[in-house]
């Protein structure tokens, strides 16, 4: 009976990690949505990274604009798209730490090529490209995702789309929630109506 119970937990597992993916190559991407969240849709690129899958569900907005998405391989292993405006350089590079790097405060190893920065510290790495104002961050873990294939990824890394409206995007309009008062602490009406 426990073999039973191992094999079901694993195909759950399976199915978390597969279920509202797309393969990397498509565009999977629904604008619609991620403009919602307030993502400049000028901000939201793909890169293709052979034994990986652009997990969906992940999709969101970084910072102000935006944009950031996981890629997850068949063994669990995932690797972070994250492009938003900015600046960088040689200082840049070795000042600022790598996100979930362990441990934090690790030191920066930087190396500048014909494609961006390569970083490493601690238990993680990533290569940063800067194309104009746009700044695009592919990382992982140093044993989930190999250097070569960072590389390769970011400088294939292209927009989701290019069909020229990328800039004509409407404003964010916050959403009317309607059950927020006009006066008091602002916390929801959670009154009963009639009949309930």
């Not at 793909?46 to 391989?73: H, K, N, R, W």
């Not at 309009?173 to 059950?179: A, C, L, T, Y």
Request: proline content about 6%; some cysteine.
């Amino acid at each position: 009976m426990r073999g039973a119970w191992v094999t079901v937990a694993a195909l759950g597992l399976a199915c978390l990690s597969a279920c509202g993916s797309v393969v990397a190559g498509s565009s999977g991407v629904d604008m619609g949505r991620l403009r919602a969240l307030g993502v400049a849709p000028d901000l939201v690129y793909l890169v293709d990274l052979p034994g990986y899958e652009m997990a969906e569900q992940s999709m969101g907005g970084i910072g102000e604009e935006g944009f950031g998405v996981f890629y997850t391989s068949a063994g669990g292993r995932q690797v972070e798209l994250r492009v938003d405006r900015g600046t960088f350089g040689d200082d840049v590079c070795r000042s600022t730490p790598i996100n979930l790097a362990t441990p934090p405060d690790a030191l920066v190893l930087c190396v500048h090529d014909e494609v961006g920065w390569y970083r490493m510290a601690g238990d993680r790495h990533e290569y940063v490209a800067l194309r104009g104002d746009v700044l695009i961050k592919l990382g992982g873990g140093v044993t989930d995702v190999g250097r070569a294939a960072l590389k390769t990824a970011v400088a294939g890394a292209r927009r989701a789309t290019d069909d020229g409206k990328a800039g004509t995007a409407p404003p964010r309009v916050p959403v009317e929630r309607g059950d927020l008062p006009t006066a008091g602490d602002g916390a929801p009406d959670n009154a009963v109506g009639p009949g309930g």
